[in-house]
C-alpha cells in the first residue's frame, strides 16, 4: 500500500511516500527554520503563509522523487494535530481535497504518536512488548507505557514547559540562536557541566512527570545575576556561557535519562521508543545507555527526529489497517490531542 503522508503542524513543510509503513520512498521537507529564527522561535501567521506556498511543491517533489504519480497513491494521512491550528489546516484541507479528487480514504494521524512511530518503524511488525516510550520534542514531554501499536497507557508529563522548549528558551537567555537545542548541545561541547551544581527538577508526589521551569529560573540567576529578568542583559564570556550550556543541559538530560529508567522498571518494560527533535541529542542518547543498563533502546534515523511526514504516512498506514476504513472529510484538527 502506497501512503502520501503530509506534515504541517508546524514550521516544516513536509511531503512522504512510504510502503506498508515501513519503506520510505521520499522524504520532502522544507524547514521554515530561517524565517522564524529573527523571531526566536516560530511565528504562527507565517508558517501559515509558508505552507499555504510550499505544500503542494512539496508533495510534487516527494512524488517526483518516489518516481510515482498521484494515481499511484492507495492512502493519504496527514498529521490531525496537536500543533498550530492554522498551520494544522492547510495539510488537513489539502489531504482532503486529494483524498475527494483522487477518490482514496485518507486519515488524521496524531503527530505526536507518529514522533514515537518513527522509532518503531523499522521493527512495527515485532515490537518487543510492553515497551516504555518517551517522547521529548519541542512541544511535548512524556512517558508512556506501549502496549500495542496504537493502545498507550500515560505514565508522566511535563507540567509546565517541554523539553525542547526548556532548551529553547535556555538558549535565548544566552544570546544564542533559534532553535536552541542544536546550539545548547554545540556549545556544551566546550564547557563543564558540573561548573554549576543546578537542582535536579523533581515534581513532587508525581515521580514520573517532568518540570523545567525551575532549572530555567536558576540558569537565569547564573547568567544575570540573583533575582534577574528575561530582559536583563546577558555579559557572559564564551566560556562562562559554555558552562552554563553544559550545566544545564547534563541537568535537564540526566532528569529525563533517570526517570526513564525508574519508569521502565516500575512498569516492566522491554525496550524504550524515543521520539521527537530533542533525541538527536547525543548526550541524551549516551545518558539513556547509560542509565538504563541492558534495555534495548530504539531511536529514530536521522532524518526521522524532526517534523517529517514519513512517520505520518508510516503511522497512517497502520491506522488504516486497524480500522479497515479511512476517516470521514469532517474530520477537524486539534490543537491538543493527548495520546492515552
Ligand atoms: O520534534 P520537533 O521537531 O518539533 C516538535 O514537534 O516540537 O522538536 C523540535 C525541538 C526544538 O525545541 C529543538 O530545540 C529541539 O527539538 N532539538 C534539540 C536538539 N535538536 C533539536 N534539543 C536538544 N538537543 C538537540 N540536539
Ligand atoms: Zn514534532
Given amino acids: 500500500m502506497l501512503v502520501l503522508g503530509i506534515e504541517t503542524s508546524c514550521d516544516e513543510t513536509a511531503a512522504a511516500v512510504v510502503r506498508d509503513g ?44 518516489a518516481c510515482l504519480s498521484l494515481s499511484a497513491i492507495d492512502l493519504i494521512a496527514v498529521a490531525k494535530g496537536p500543533g498550530l491550528i492554522g498551520a494544522l489546516l492547510i495539510g488537513v484541507q489539502a489531504a482532503k481535497a486529494l483524498a475527494l479528487a483522487l477518490d482514496r480514504p485518507f486519515v488524521g494521524v496524531n503527530h505526536v504518536e507518529a514522533h514515537l512511530y518513527a522509532a518503531m518503524m523499522p521493527v512495527s511488525s515485532s ?27 500515560a505514565i508522566g508529563h511535563t507540567v509546565d514547559d517541554a523539553a525542547g522548549e526548556a532548551f529553547d528558551k535556555v538558549a535565548a537567555l544566552l544570546g544564542l540562536p533559534y532553535p536552541g537545542g542544536p546550539a545548547i548541545e554545540a556549545l556544551a561541547r566546550e564547557g563543564s557541566p558540573h561548573a554549576h551544581a543546578f537542582p535536579l527538577p523533581k515534581v513532587k508526589g508525581h515521580p514520573w512527570h517532568f518540570s523545567f521551569s525551575g532549572l530555567k529560573t536558576s540558569v537565569l540567576y ?8 528575561k530582559s536583563t542583559p546577558c555579559c557572559l564570556s564564551r566560556q562562562q556561557k559554555a558552562d552554563i550550556a553544559a550545566s544545564f543541559q547534563e541537568t535537564a538530560l540526566r532528569a529525563i535519562a533517570l526517570k526513564t529508567k525508574e519508569a521502565a522498571q516500575a512498569f516492566g518494560c522491554q525496550a524504550l521508543f524515543c521520539g521527537g527533535g ?24 536521522a532524518k526521522l527526529t524532526l517534523d517529517n511526514a514519513a512517520m505520518i504516512a508510516g503511522l497512517g498506514y497502520h491506522q488504516y489497517l486497524r480500522a479497515q476504513k479511512g476517516d470521514a472529510l469532517e474530520l477537524e484538527p486539534l490543537t491538543r490531542i493527548p495520546i492515552a
Avoid at 508558517?47 to 512539496?58: F, S
Fill in 127 to 153: 515490537l518487543p512488548l510492553p515497551a516504555l516510550g518517551l517522547v521529548v520534542s519541542g512541544g511535548h514531554t512524556f512517558l508512556v507505557k506501549i502496549h500495542a501499536l496504537g493502545e498507550y497507557e
Fill in 222 to 229: 547564573a547568567a544575570k545575576g540573583q533575582n534577574a529578568s
Fill in 278 to 301: 530533542v533525541c538527536r541529542n547525543q548526550r541524551l542518547r549516551a545518558l539513556l545507555a547509560e542509565h538504563c543498563g541492558a534495555l534495548p533502546l530504539f531511536f529514530p534515523e
Fill in 22 to 65: 515501513k519503506e520510505i520512498l521520499s522524504n520532502a521537507i522544507y524547514s521554515q527554520e530561517d524565517v522564524h529564527a529573527p523571531f526566536g522561535g516560530v511565528y504562527p501567521e507565517l508558517a501559515c503563509r509558508k505552507h499555504v506556498d510550499l505544500l503542494i511543491p512539496i508533495v510534487e517533489r516527494a512524488l517526483r522523487s
